[in-house]
């Protein structure tokens, strides 16, 4: 099993990035995959989720309305769609999964427990604002 994300890079306030997260080595169709970031100092925080079953999403209030998950199922790859991006979204940014649950639970994402328990994660996309 394989996650990797792309698409990180350095980008000026107000602007976009697209994060991808491509999977490989699997079968599993049910299941939520989620977008985690840390900042230097801070904890691992969840940022969003979407859902294989039934593309239902969470996303952390933090970037909501300015940060969009999507998924393709054709090609096991899910997207972070970043706008209207802050000094303080600098982190690098991960994905991760379990192939378990096939749901967002605010609750699971949102706090420790996510970052604890899932054991699959990619090893993560580096991106910068700057102001």
């Known amino acids: 099993v394989q996650l990797v994300e792309s698409g990180g890079g350095l980008v000026q306030a107000g602007g976009s990035l697209r994060l991808s997260c491509a999977g490989s080595?699997?079968?599993?169709?049910?299941?939520?995959i989620g977008w985690f970031r840390q900042a230097p100092g801070k904890e691992r925080e969840g940022v969003s989720c979407?859902?294989?079953?039934?593309?239902?999403?969470w996303v952390a209030a933090s970037v909501k309305g300015r940060f969009t998950i999507s998924m393709d199922n054709t090609k096991n790859t899910v997207y972070l769609q970043m706008n209207n991006l802050k000094p303080e979204d600098t982190a690098i940014y991960y994905c991760?999964?379990?192939?378990?649950?096939?749901?967002?639970?605010?609750?699971?994402?949102?706090?420790?427990?996510?970052?604890?328990?899932?054991?699959?994660w990619g090893p993560g996309a580096q991106v910068t604002v700057s102001s």
């Open positions: 991760a999964t379990d192939f378990r649950r096939p749901w967002c639970s605010p609750h699971y994402y949102n706090g420790t427990v996510a970052v604890a328990d899932l054991p699959f």
């Open positions: 080595g699997f079968t599993f169709d049910d299941y939520a």
């Open positions: 979407i859902s294989r079953r039934d593309s239902t999403t």
